[in-house]
T-cell receptor, first 113, second 114 residues
Framework: DTAVSQTPKYLVTQMGNDKSIKCEQN?????MYWYKQDSKKFLKIMFS???????INETVPNRFSPKSPDKAHLNLHINSLELGDSAVYFC????????????FGSGTRLTVV | AQSVTQLGSHVSVSEGALVLLRCNYS??????LFWYVQYPNQGLQLLLK??????LVKGINGFEAEFKKSETSFHLTKPSAHMSDAAEYFC????????????FGRGTQLTVWP
């Protein structure tokens, strides 16, 4: 009964490859997010979707493309992977209210070699 | 501009000692503040949050935080540290935004010595 689940947990791939990370939430939340945690553990938002609509698109290379087929799913596709893309990527979800509780997935550790 | 500043990237305490992790915010609108804990190789778990109700907020695992507008602070405390408290702690603010993004501090690594 995991609330926010991400797959895969670990992803090791070569430069230039294309990969996807999947995220699903069963909390009935309207909003989903992708955050990136760098090697210094700094967390920064990448994208946010509300009811399948993109509402936040930070300054992220267009090699990163989120897709939300329905409000319970938010996937992240990355083209032409680079060494600098190595990080931990967290999916999160929240209801749409100002005092929202954010629930995070357990993260996907991406290593580009 | 950094919305949330965590003073001290590393804090070490002895087991049983007081834990104090510092967080200051800078948003000009009423903040909604959160403390998260991250154990090694895990996701972020919510410890507590402030959403303009009571200024003293109690969370899980014996942690609490006090919102002080005059000091623009939201420090996290626990009276007596346990070994199991060793983790990375993040303070965050969503600035009351309906868009919902969280602005995170850079984290504080808490080490607990036996």
């Amino acid at each position: 009964d995991t609330a926010v689940s991400q797959t895969p947990k670990y992803l090791v791939t070569q430069m230039g490859n294309d990969k996807s990370i999947k995220c699903e939430q069963n909390l009935g939340h309207d909003t989903m997010y992708w955050y990136k945690q760098d090697s210094k553990k700094f967390l920064k938002i990448m994208f946010s979707y509300n009811n399948k609509e993109l509402i936040i698109n930070e300054t992220v290379p267009n090699r990163f493309s989120p897709k939300s087929p329905d409000k319970a799913h938010l996937n992240l596709h990355i083209n032409s992977l680079e060494l600098g893309d190595s990080a931990v990527y967290f999916c999160a979800s929240s209801p749409r209210d100002r005092g929202r509780d954010y629930t995070f997935g357990s993260g996907t550790r991406l290593t580009v070699v | 501009a950094q919305s949330v500043t965590q003073l001290g990237s590393h804090v070490s305490v002895s087991e049983g000692a007081l834990v104090l992790l510092r967080c200051n915010y800078s948003s000009s609108v009423p903040p909604y503040l959160f403390w998260y804990v991250q154990y090694p190789n895990q996701g972020l778990q919510l410890l507590l949050k402030y959403t303009s109700a009571a200024t003293l907020v109690k969370g899980i695992n014996g942690f609490e935080a006090e919102f002080k507008k005059s000091e623009t602070s939201f420090h996290l405390t626990k009276p007596s540290a346990h070994m199991s408290d060793a983790a990375e702690y993040f303070c965050a603010d969503n600035r009351g935004s309906t868009l919902g993004r969280l602005y995170f501090g850079r984290g504080t690594q808490l080490t607990v010595w036996p």
